[in-house]
């Protein structure tokens, strides 16, 4: 441990926010922005706004907000990019999405139709329900890539921006596993060369980020930065990186319950989940090979965190079924249903019902916000590549090849803490509490 902390370059200047997708995710988020710095709402559900860190014992009744206790970039200093399949502006975009009231649309207007997407890289075979008529042409992948960077210097300059975070607020893509093009960055970039099938759009972004020295966070659960190429070039160019897939609705309240479950030792026969969602990320899911992509993100969480292996009289034979159902009407209400048959005393059954009535962009908005800012912190702390302490803000963290992913919200939020803690010098919490009690 370094007790004397880390060494944090301060955050000067503007801090540019490149979104790859303006649809409801993106316009929620940044519209978000401006409503909080115009005193509109406040943003609630953001770590870095709201949340608190304890430092030192309980006697000492320090507690500072994170915003004071680490140097975050100021929500006055984000600046905004994205490319999208679509050529509305924010504003349009965010009507369209019909995630946020008109009345506060409206007091927003002129800043949100500012922000104006630029042609995506997009390729039909990777998320087959989506189509758009906005899109950068190039003869090969790399091409596209070097399309991308020079859109970025160009942002850069007229923004005036000193610093970049990119966010994939896409959709999902079909599943794909891991090839010879992805092992390592030589093997890529001669994919890049040579449109290799295996590389889809969201790695032509991570690949220009990347190379650019700008942190990279997957908000879905597409292959992307957990290939080892990439993963090395975070390491090769000093990036941090983390993913993958927003911990938004129904897998949020499986990172609750499921830690309960196992902290008083009751069993699990069988856990059905199913979702409604009408936005443009329930018409993508709809189709089976994005949808494969996606329950695979959404099948590990109990395994992990209920550890079956240790616990085989409680949990060796659960039955975990995931379903998703594309409902137009429901819009981004999303509704989030589960059954939970349990045993308890003597192998006596209960049930748990869960109706979880959400709005997914409401709730993934501010954890692109505390994305964004700690990504940047931990690039102008020197952190690079993997960064496990941000866990807490997906359904399929990443980690290490050699080490399993840690599920449970709230170790996940006390690793968050601690790395903050670690980052300052401050003592790392345990909360063993013994030597309150010593004579």
Not at 39 to 45: D, H, N, R, T, W
Not at 398 to 423: A, C, G, V
Request: proline share 6%; net charge negative; hydrophobic share 40%.
């Amino acid at each position: 441990m370094i007790e004397k902390g880390v060494r944090i370059e301060k955050p000067r200047g503007k801090l540019g926010v490149l979104l790859v997708g303006l649809g409801a995710v993106s316009t929620t988020f940044i519209a978000g922005i401006e409503a909080v710095k115009r005193g509109l709402a406040l943003p609630v559900g953001s770590l870095s706004q709201f949340g608190t860190v304890r430092l030192g014992k309980r006697t000492e009744g320090r507690s500072p907000k994170i915003s004071d206790f680490v140097p975050l970039a100021q929500l006055e200093d984000l600046e905004f990019a994205s490319w999208d399949v679509f050529e509305d502006d924010a504003y349009t975009a965010a009507v369209k999405a019909g995630v946020l009231e008109m009345s506060l649309l409206d007091q927003l207007r002129p800043v949100l139709e500012d922000v104006r997407p630029y042609p995506a890289v997009f390729d039909n075979r990777y998320v087959k329900r989506l189509d758009g008529t906005h899109v950068q042409e190039g003869r090969t992948k790399w091409d596209l890539a070097h399309q991308l960077m020079d859109q970025i210097r160009s942002f850069q300059r007229e923004k005036k921006v000193d610093r970049m975070v990119m966010v994939w607020c896409g959709s999902t893509e079909v599943f794909l596993e891991q090839g010879p093009v992805h092992e390592d960055v030589p093997a890529l970039e001669e994919g890049l060369k040579n449109n290799d099938p295996e590389i889809p759009s969201s790695m032509i972004y991570a690949y220009a980020a990347l190379k650019l020295g700008i942190p990279y966070a997957n908000g879905a659960p597409n292959l992307t930065v957990d290939a080892p190429a990439f993963q090395q070039l975070a390491l090769d160019e000093g990036v941090p990186v983390c993913g993958k897939d927003f911990k938004t609705g129904q897998t949020l309240m499986k990172t609750i319950v499921a830690p309960g479950l196992k902290a008083r030792l009751l069993g699990l026969s069988g856990w059905f989940s199913t979702n409604i969602l009408g936005n443009r990320d329930g018409e993508v899911l709809d189709d089976p090979g994005s949808f494969r992509t996606k329950e695979e993100s959404k099948l590990s969480v109990l395994e992990y965190i209920l550890q079956p292996e240790h616990y085989p009289d409680l949990y060796g034979d659960f039955y975990h079924k995931v379903r998703i159902n594309y409902y137009p009407p429901r819009r981004d209400d999303k509704e989030g249903w589960d059954n939970l048959d349990i045993f308890g005393w003597l192998g006596y059954p209960m049930q748990i019902k869960i109706d979880f009535l959400c709005k997914d962009s409401i709730l993934a908005a501010p954890i692109v916000l505390d994305l964004v800012l700690f990504l940047d912190l931990a690039k102008r702390a020197g952190m690079s590549g993997i960064q496990e302490w941000l866990s807490f803000y997906f359904k399929s963290p990443m980690t290490l090849p050699e080490l399993y992913p840690e599920h449970d919200l709230f170790i996940q939020l006390m690793k968050l803490k601690n790395t903050l803690r670690y980052m300052r010098g401050e003592e790392q919490i345990t909360h063993l509490g013994l030597d309150y009690y010593e004579s």
